[in-house]
């Protein structure tokens, strides 16, 4: 491990995450894992304000059991894990959906993990306060489309949102002690001509990848 990587790990993270990933670090090449889980990776929600043609959130439309992961039930996932460095909050549905995400999120960051955050951006022009405040470390926005219409017949949606979406982005953007910004895009092989106008829209938006 590069000595810079190790003084970043000691200034954000716990004596036992530093240790864990240290551990990690030395027995990457052996077939016995002799350490904790480094990340970590949470489905918060399968519920969802799309209607994808390729997402399985379909599968669970119509039940009537709430689906998205309680604050409780986090904390006793996250404590469980304490050496982990990383956490990933993403979701069958739509992230911020889940009522209880912001609580979770600065949970895990007060147990020093770092968060990331995946979201289809529906909702991010509602949360852009919350996000500079909780201490985020990436937030990826998963676009549906490259334009209106493409968005629209791919989502179910209006084609207004799209541009909603784009100008929350931008305006994230433009904040400071904002979190590491990711567009990344879901295609299929009808799609995947597009993925130049996904390079474009994330230069336009000054996003970080």
Not at 78 to 90: D, P, R
Request: hydrophobic share 35%; aromatic share 8%.
């Amino acid at each position: 491990m590069r000595v810079s990587k190790v003084v970043t790990v000691l200034r954000t993270h716990s004596a036992r995450q530093v240790w864990n990933t240290l551990k990690a670090e030395i027995y990457h090449n052996h077939t016995m894992v002799r350490h904790s889980p480094c990340s970590l990776c949470f489905d918060v929600t399968t519920v969802c304000n799309m209607n994808c043609p390729l997402c399985s959130t379909k599968t669970y439309r119509g039940e009537s059991v709430s689906k998205h992961l309680s604050l409780l039930k986090a904390k006793t996932l996250l404590n469980k894990f304490k050496s982990a460095s990383f956490v990933g909050f993403c979701g069958t549905g739509e992230t911020f959906l889940n009522p209880d995400l912001f609580a979770i999120v600065r949970y895990a960051t007060q147990l020093r993990m770092k968060v990331v955050i995946t979201t289809n951006g529906t909702l991010l022009y509602r949360r852009v306060g919350e996000l500079l405040t909780s201490n985020i470390h990436i937030l990826e926005i998963s676009l549906k489309g490259v334009r209106g219409e493409d968005y629209a017949r791919f989502t179910g949606r209006e084609e207004s949102e799209f541009y909603s979406i784009i100008n929350s982005i931008k305006e994230l953007a433009q904040c400071r002690n904002r979190p590491k910004l990711i567009i990344s895009y879901v295609c299929d092989r009808n799609r995947v001509y597009n993925i130049p106008h996904v390079v474009e829209i994330a230069k336009e938006c000054k996003v970080d990848e």
